[in-house]
């Protein structure tokens, strides 16, 4: 599909269209239902599944400055949100400052971007691994094949999970981020999937609190940290266990459905891909710009602790409300031709690994992984088709992306 013209057209005479988050033109194409949320209802409320949402970027930018008013703290999908019931946990997502400060002073040391930096040689060894697993093959699954597979090892092996296990994580999350259309609910295997990686995360730290070792969980469980009163924090077991299980996941996720969408995006405008086999330099605003065009966090939920004005309508208090970052990277009030993919435009995206207080702790890993992969594809294989026929988007509950991608090379 070009993304220089409209994704869909709307029906002749039609005045309104729906933005359903569970229906199939979400997980296809929701892109021309946004254009309309925000030209002619930029705070949009859909009745069937009783939610409000923000679509333009400066609504979505200042709602995740406001954590006060949009509070993380019940849930942040529209399942979660739906019960409108606040949630004790440490689940660093769903959490409020000053809880969520404190917790996430202890992780944050292991993803800053001077200590990604030095994971460059671990990155690189495994998804040269992968890649040359492709090798002198002219039809193979980009996805599939290759980046569904490469980060969950990467993330995994810095959590300190044994060579052999990693790629059950991968399984495990697709099973409880995948919903059914039409159906807001995690599915059976989705919860199970959800409770068996809770568990092993849970007896890993178990194992790491007896046998340290260099990595990510056992820095964790070493850690401390001292309030404003002077008390001393420290994580506990299942502390690290649930932080073990969303940095997996989504170290899982994003990178896969990125690299998905890029390749895709190059594939449908030839004139970016030569652009970059020209500057390889070009990579890391390639990424930006994929990023932009197609986040793979479409949105995140929030909910709403009073009544509050935006874009002249007033959002009541306890409102399940999405801020549609897939929406607010395409607003042509922040980005000049929007739909157009340009990987020279220049200006990094602010949304599209979140913003304010939770802001994505693992955007810098993300953005590495992806360079590595793109500089490894471009040099091994510049010429490519896609097989458009065979591509598959994934069904989740907030992400977006391709779990196939069939690709030609020669």
């Not at 033109?25 to 939610?51: G, I, L, Q």
């Not at 971007?113 to 060894?125: D, G, W």
Request: aromatic share 10%; hydrophobic share 40%; with cysteine.
């Amino acid at each position: 599909m070009n993304d220089d013209l409209p994704a869909t057209a709307l029906p002749e005479g039609s005045t309104s269209v729906e933005f359903d988050p569970y229906s199939d033109v979400f997980f296809d194409n929701p892109y021309e239902t946004y254009r309309w949320m925000r030209d002619e209802a930029p705070v949009y409320y859909n009745d069937k599944w009783n939610f409000h949402a923000l679509s333009r970027h400066d609504d979505v930018v200042a709602a995740h400055r406001d954590w006060e008013t949009f509070s993380s703290a019940y849930g942040v999908t529209l399942d979660a949100l739906s019960l409108r019931a606040r949630y004790s946990t440490n689940m660093l997502i769903i959490m409020d400052p000053p809880e969520h400060d404190w917790l996430r002073k202890l992780v944050r040391p292991v993803f800053t971007r001077a200590a990604i930096t030095e994971l460059e040689p671990l990155v690189v060894e495994v998804v040269t691994a992968y890649l040359d697993q492709l090798a002198g093959k002219d039809d193979f699954d980009i996805v599939a094949d290759f980046a569904a597979l490469f980060p969950v090892e990467i993330i995994s092996s810095m959590l300190g999970v044994p060579e052999g296990e990693r790629q059950q994580i991968r399984l495990w999350t697709d099973d409880f981020l995948h919903r059914e259309p039409n159906n807001p609910n995690v599915t059976e295997t989705g919860l199970n999937a959800s409770l068996a990686m809770h568990e092993y995360m849970l007896e890993l730290t178990r194992v790491k609190r007896s046998s340290p070792d260099e990595l990510i969980i056992s820095r964790l469980i070493a850690a401390t940290y001292e309030d404003d009163e002077g008390t001393t924090h420290r994580l506990t077991n299942d502390d690290i266990a649930t932080f073990a299980v969303l940095v997996a996941a989504a170290g899982s996720e994003t990178v896969t459905k990125l690299i998905g969408n890029g390749v895709v995006a190059f594939h449908d405008h030839p004139d970016q891909w030569e652009l970059l086999l020209a500057d390889p330099e070009l990579i890391p605003a390639a990424i930006e710009e994929t990023l932009r065009l197609h986040p793979p966090s479409q949105y995140q939920g929030r909910f709403t602790t009073r009544d509050v004005e935006v874009a002249g309508t007033t959002i009541p208090e306890g409102s399940p409300t999405l801020l549609v970052t897939g929406a607010a990277c395409r607003d042509p009030r922040a980005y000049d031709q929007p739909d157009r993919f340009d990987i020279t435009r220049g200006r990094n995206t602010t949304v599209a690994f979140g913003y304010g207080a939770h802001s994505c702790l693992g955007s810098w890993l993300a953005r590495l992984e992806s360079r590595v992969a793109f500089e490894q594809l471009r040099r091994r294989w510049p010429r490519f088709e896609i097989d458009r026929d065979g591509i598959r988007r994934v069904t989740m509950s907030n992400v977006a992306g391709y779990s196939h991608v069939p690709m030609h090379v020669g």
